[in-house]
């Protein structure tokens, strides 16, 4: 284990609620200014396609994926669904026409999947152009951010325990590809 922790926000900042994913990025990489334990963990901005995510955990102990999906929320907003290895993944939400779901199968059939994979889900309704989450989606924003710190800081069942400081600082945003918008479930 090589305390590797990744975060990736999926969505598309200009289409309303599908801006939930980068907004959680967004709000970590200031956070991580002011917190030295999230030095280390590498944050990453996907478009959802399945190549680019693997290229972004491969490798990790730690993999937690912060999306948007359509349907009806929690009451708390958001939901949190582990996806151990043997686990079947096909119900694990996503507003993509390729679904998380349909990623951890593909990785786990070319040997690419973290140790272990956490998707924290908010439920959107609006993703139409334009800039600004609902209000229901933004006020799971907060708490999400909350749970990835804990995620990976705290050592145990509930987290996956500091990263190794040698592992690169920085925020990436994987390369978009401009067939995948033209696939989007419902947009």
Known sequence: MTGRCVVIGVGNEYRRDDGFGP??????????ARDHRLAAVDLFVSDGEPSRMLQAWTGADLAVVADVAVGTAPA?????????PEDDPRSAASGHAIGLGA?????????RLPQRLVALV?????????VGLSTAVATAVRPVVDRVCVLVTEPGPGGAGPPSPSRRVGLSTLPRDSSVDEHRKGR
């Open 23 to 32: 907004r959680v990025i967004a709000e970590l990489a200031e956070r991580r």
């Open 76 to 84: 708390a907003g958001w939901r949190e669904l582990a996806l151990p």
């Open 103 to 111: 990623t951890v199968a593909l990785a786990r059939e070319l040997g």
């Open 122 to 130: 908010a439920y959107g309704h609006e993703f139409g152009f334009g």
